[in-house]
């Protein structure tokens, strides 16, 4: 398969999100607008020649938009094979892409974000696992930071103070997500409207610069719900998914 690397020339005209095609649809332009200022940032976004889900997202650590500690790592936002396009080799042909250049940038290795078992939204730690990487550090109630070190005598990556609480102040239902992922431009004030109808007391926060985003009190910035300062979930919900979680509150 083919690999296009998505550049300010290119942003416009390329298919990047998911199963999204419409440029004009709000999660395309929400999408594109984050990739659009990240990329300055030595941000790399390199995808399958199709239209579908089949890319690899990844950005220098110190300009990742996560409360982590991994300078002269490599962070990976998001790895996503799936549909037709599963069990071809496509994630190693994408993963091994960013490994060669993660080391040719003298990165000291690679980090990304995964779960103790296999969770949506999050990489999958036995395919981690297979690909060399391993567990350095966690956060409740599931997170697990994994990396891949190139150099043995390179400090460590970690999660930042912010994420080892992993509690809000703020009562009722607060969300904490960014621009990261095209889905949240459209669920978000789904969520918001549906919260309003019920009469649930709801608290939308988006994470709109990197310093926000590595200092907040969750490991996904992308999207995570509290519900009276303890967290509930990181997947990005639909309005009945929502729904369910507010009857088994009796909300």
Partial sequence: ????????????????CCAISNNKDIQVRSKKAWLEERLDEE???LKGNVRGKCFIEYIPAEYAWAPIEADGYMY??????????????????LLDRCIEDSRTKEKNGLVILSSKKKRGFLSDPKYMQYKGFEAVDTAAPYFELLYLPFDKNADKPHFNESVKRNHV?????????TSQCPFTAKYVPLLEELAKVRNVSFKAVPIQTRGEAQNAPTPFTTF?????????????LSEKRFEKIL?????
């Fill in 43 to 45: 941000l790399v976004f």
């Fill in 247 to 251: 009857e088994s509150r009796g909300l």
């Fill in 76 to 93: 990976i936002n998001c790895l996503w094979v799936s549909g037709q396009y599963k069990g071809h080799g496509y994630s190693n042909l």
């Fill in 224 to 236: 995570s719900l509290f519900y009276d300062g303890e967290f509930i979930t990181h997947e990005i």
């Fill in 169 to 177: 102040v703020d009562k009722g239902f607060t969300l904490y997500y």
């Fill in 1 to 16: 398969m083919e690999l296009i690397k998505i550049t300010h020339d290119n942003l416009e005209q390329e298919h990047i």
